[in-house]
């Protein structure tokens, strides 16, 4: 397996993505006798980050906790509640339409999924040629032909990958195809939804490695959202940890997990294995106990403190918000 490349240094400029007090909830019915309860899932609650032209920003948290919302939101592919959204900028909250389309061009997404996100009855020279054609930088699949060859020679693939189906690829293979295709545009961000967590282990490295040259030739700026912490360390340069739609710790990689300050930042960490057995048997694996708090009705104040042992009678009044902590390192606790 080869080894991941460490994520360079980056110095930050003006920002090129910039989210204010995003929230995002979704109405799923009503309940009740006569239907007179609306049920809203609360998904994201009042965030903000930045992100700068060829930065990575890792985005950690366990299932539901609202990465996938968060990115699918700056695409503007879901409505938003509150919050603000920049790009270069400019504010990119309530455009639509045509101008909403322009957008696109310069963010594009790569799905977690690598069988589900390729149509299994087109070639995947109509798949990669697809958004060029359809945002007019090519009149049809011939004048795209050149251009689809150089994404799938820049990816990895071999050359006669286009004339096949998405059946006869890895799913390595078809995630470099799904890289591709996001890259046929242009873009200037990407937010990548887990796009390793589906991939054997062995193949990981590659795409992650893949990335990261791509990252340095094009400029790119990712919102890379993971579940898997030590893939994260590697490709990311700041990470914002998640937990029940709010940002609880945001700090450079390295702060993040030699200095941990959230109580929930510390359990994470403590759940990440080490290749080394006997350093792995000496680690203490921090279990918080308690229920992870119901999206419908989530509690006042902190959002963990069903779960925290350091909860006080003001966590459970007053939410915390992100303050700076230490130098670079932002972190919601009022105990910590």
């Known amino acids: 397996m080869p080894e991941m490349e460490e994520a360079i240094e980056f110095r930050p400029e003006q920002p090129l993505v910039k989210v204010e007090d995003l929230t995002v909830h979704f109405d799923v019915g009503r309940t009740g006798f006569w239907g007179q309860k609306r049920l809203i899932v609360h998904a994201v609650e009042e965030i903000s980050f930045e992100i700068y032209p ?3 920003l890792g985005l950690v948290g366990e299932s539901g906790s609202g990465k996938s919302t968060t990115g699918r939101a700056i695409l503007r592919r879901i409505p938003i509640v509150t919050g603000r959204i920049f790009f270069k900028g400019q504010e990119i909250t309530g455009v639509d339409g045509n101008e909403l389309r322009r957008l696109r061009r310069h963010m594009q997404l790569v799905f ?9 009855r087109r070639r995947i020279v109509d798949i990669v040629a697809e958004p060029l054609i359809v945002h007019g930088l090519a009149r049809n699949l011939k004048d795209a032909a050149d251009k689809v060859a150089d994404l799938l020679s ?11 189906y998405p059946h006869a690829f890895s799913g390595g293979q078809r995630q470099r195809i799904g890289i ?10 990407i937010v990548a939804d887990e796009p390793v967590s589906a991939l054997d282990v062995s193949i990981r490295a590659q795409v992650v490695n893949l990335m990261q040259d791509l990252q340095k030739e094009f400029g790119l700026a ?4 993971a579940h898997d912490l030590a893939v994260v360390r590697h490709i990311s340069h700041r990470i914002a940890i998640m937990y029940a739609g709010k940002i609880v710790e945001m700090a450079g990689r390295d702060a ?3 200095k941990p300050i959230h109580p929930y930042t510390e359990a994470l960490l403590s759940a990440v294995p080490v290749p080394d057995p006997k350093v792995q048997r000496s680690r203490r ?3 918080h106990a308690g229920e992870v708090p119901n999206p419908l009705e989530p509690p006042p104040g902190c959002r963990y403190q069903t779960r925290c042992p350091y909860v006080s009678d003001r966590c459970k009044q007053e939410a915390p918000h992100l303050a700076e902590r230490s130098p670079g390192q932002w972190a919601a606790c009022w105990n910590r």
């Open 154 to 164: 820049l990816v990895g693939l071999p050359p006669d990958a286009g004339g096949r």
């Open 256 to 258: 993040i997990y030699e």
């Open 180 to 189: 591709a295709r996001a890259l046929a545009l242009n873009p200037e961000f």
């Open 112 to 120: 977690q999924d690598p069988y589900a996100s390729l149509n299994p």
């Open 285 to 287: 694996r921090i279990a």
């Open 54 to 56: 060829g930065e990575t």
């Open 222 to 225: 990712y919102l890379f959202i």
